[in-house]
């Protein structure tokens, strides 16, 4: 574990009363931004594309008392080194689970958005006893009907190829990510041009273009062909709470139906006038969510 001041060309972008480290787990240099109580209770929230830790900044910088946020980079986002493997997400939730190791962190209470959410439920269907509850956001549940996913999958269509195929330029020489994020959201207002910037600019990185290329290619190629000849069967028994932005062009909310889910407590919450980015658009709503979620599992 060492300090990230000077370790990094790009430096991340500032955050007041954060700690910052680089912490290795399973092969990943994971860049690792936490806030609050250092022995407060452990809250790990997970980004997704094309952001990176500061997807949670609000809740960075004014953590909920008693709480310890832990926001790492995924491997290959943001700051973190990439990991020795293809970006399947089976793995990623390996190299998560073994971080958390690292970090020596216990029982923790779990938020996902977008990929994050994807690689979080896979954490919680392998070992549930290390979570305490889960707050999703913007992320279909793993279970999904075949038919369900059909009917949406022009959204998947309509992007998801093209990074699969062509991500790695597309993000490093376009202006493709900002125009992107710029689009996703219902409240232009909640997000700033130069916001959108410190998200889009880091996938200029060779690294994280590859990373994030390589989450839609192993999606493609190796996950929907998995889940399409075996369904997971498995049931949660992590308490779920489903945040949703219903205007998501992205992600329909009816692929995160509580009809649908195999989990013992699950419920969905559908957010009028958001989109996909609601971390970036509800902040004070993420956090109320958060907190409830803390004070009814404690």
């Keep these: 574990m060492s300090d990230v001041d000077g370790a990094v060309v790009s430096q991340p972008p500032a955050i007041p009363g954060v700690r910052r480290t680089f912490v290795e787990a399973r092969g990943v240099r994971f860049h690792v931004t936490e806030s609050g109580a250092a022995q407060g209770r452990p809250v790990l929230l997970l980004h997704g ?28 986002y943001g700051w973190s080194g990439a990991p020795p493997h293809r970006w399947a997400k089976e793995d990623v939730a390996s190299d998560v689970l073994a971080l958390l190791d690292a970090l020596g962190v216990g ?32 992320m279909a549940h793993p279970w999904s009907p075949t038919g369900t996913v059909a ?41 700033d041009a130069e916001t959108v910037r410190v998200f889009a600019d880091r996938f200029r990185d060779p690294v994280c273009a590859r990373a994030a290329t390589d989450t839609y290619r192993t999606f493609w190629l190796r996950e929907i062909p998995r889940l399409a000849r075996h369904p997971e069967r498995r049931r949660v028994t992590v308490p ?4 949703f932005g219903v205007d998501d062009a992205a992600v329909h909310h009816s ?3 509580a009809e649908t889910a195999r989990a013992d407590d699950y419920t969905f919450e559908p957010v009028t006038g958001c989109g996909h980015f609601i971390v970036d658009e509800r902040p004070e709503l993420v956090r109320a969510r958060l907190v409830e979620l803390a004070n009814a599992t404690s």
């Design 49 to 76: 594309w094309p952001q990176h830790h500061y997807a949670y900044r609000d809740l960075l910088a004014d953590p909920p008392e008693g709480l310890r946020i832990i926001a790492p980079d995924l491997p290959g």
């Design 107 to 138: 029982r923790t209470l779990l938020v996902g958005h977008d990929w994050g959410a994807y690689v979080a439920y896979r954490m919680v269907l392998r070992e549930p006893e290390r979570f305490a509850g889960f707050l999703a956001l913007n």
């Design 151 to 191: 009917k949406q999958m022009w959204r998947f269509l309509a992007y998801q190829p093209l990074i699969a195929t062509f991500g790695v330029p597309l993000q490093r020489r376009t202006g493709f990510l900002n125009l992107l994020m710029r689009s996703a959201l219902t409240d232009r207002g909640a997000v």
């Design 240 to 243: 779920i709470r489903a945040l």
């Design 255 to 257: 692929l995160a139906a």
